[in-house]
């Protein structure tokens, strides 16, 4: 019996140590910034110009500017996902700029270079300077601004959109909350008690009633696909939901695919602006 509970005593502190290592260092799992170098932006995108944002806290961040072929063309904020820099996403950027849209790519507090440390609340700053930077100084029109939000970037856009609705957002494989997802890959783990960040995207996503697409793949392993669906349907703007069938997280097809292209495009000739 002694050895019974002394078998069980190491379990449950190892248990403990293993909880208070994932609450220190949670952050790390959740944000994967690469540091860089980033290139030009002309060297990415043509027409493309580096540019900086100013956060309300006082940091300064990197981003690229493509404008569009007209001063009115609508232009497409977008928020990056948790991983990589800004480009990694040039050749959406490409995209979209070919289909005659102005694009702003941005890299969130310690990605890409940037100084800081990605939270929740910082992510919620540093999109909030990107927004500020288009209506101010690009010169964007607030009724030709769409939001398109990557995997984390649907969370970081869809607040936004709750105090700064925009002409039309895009979701791409959005998740239920930060917790839900971390639960299909950390089962065994009270992921919900321990998350210090919680992006809750179908919640907000209900007081957001400005056209919404939502895009998702059908076998993506990272974001399960009833998860963008839940989002989906809780959007209170819901336009159009598009799932790609066999798209995984990561495959270019959700990077810069035609239906995802599409989408964008498709949403920005329904809000009046092309």
């Known amino acids: 019996m002694r050895s019974g509970l002394r078998a069980a005593l190491v379990v449950v502190v190892l248990l403990a140590l293993l909880v208070g290592l994932l609450w220190a260092l949670q952050r ?3 944000y994967l910034p690469d ?3 980033v290139p030009a932006a002309a060297d990415a995108v043509p027409g493309g110009r580096d540019v900086r944002l100013a956060t309300a806290d006082g940091l300064i961040l990197g981003a690229w ?5 007209t001063g009115d063309a609508p232009a497409v904020l977008v928020a990056n996902g948790n991983g990589g820099h800004r480009g990694l996403r040039a050749p959406l950027a490409r995209a ?8 702003l790519l ?5 990605y890409g270079g940037n100084p800081g440390s990605p939270s929740e609340e910082g992510l919620a700053l540093d999109v909030r300077a990107a927004r500020s930077w288009l209506l101010e100084e690009a010169r964007v029109p607030a009724d030709r601004l769409l939001y398109y939000g990557e995997s984390l970037g649907c969370a970081v856009v869809t607040e936004l959109a709750v105090e700064h609705p925009p002409a039309g957002l895009v979701l791409r494989s959005p998740f239920v909350d930060l917790a839900a997802v971390g ?5 065994f783990l009270p992921v919900r008690l321990l998350l210090r960040d919680r992006y809750p995207v179908a919640e907000q996503v209900a007081r957001v009633r400005v056209p919404t697409t939502v895009v998702s793949g059908g076998a993506d392993t990272i974001v399960p696909p009833a998860q963008s669906r839940r989002v989906a349907d809780s959007a209170a703007g819901l336009h159009r939901r598009v799932e790609v ?3 995984d997280h990561n495959d270019a097809v959700l990077l ?3 239906a995802l292209v599409d989408a964008v495009v498709e949403l920005a000739a329904l809000t009046g602006g092309r």
């Open 256 to 258: 810069d695919g035609p």
């Open 183 to 187: 639960s299909e890959h950390y089962p």
């Open 28 to 30: 790390r799992l959740v």
């Open 35 to 37: 540091d860089g170098p």
């Open 106 to 110: 941005f890299d969130y507090r310690g």
């Open 65 to 69: 500017f493509v404008p569009g072929p």
């Open 96 to 103: 979209l700029s070919s289909a005659g849209l102005a694009v």
């Open 245 to 247: 069938p066999g798209a």
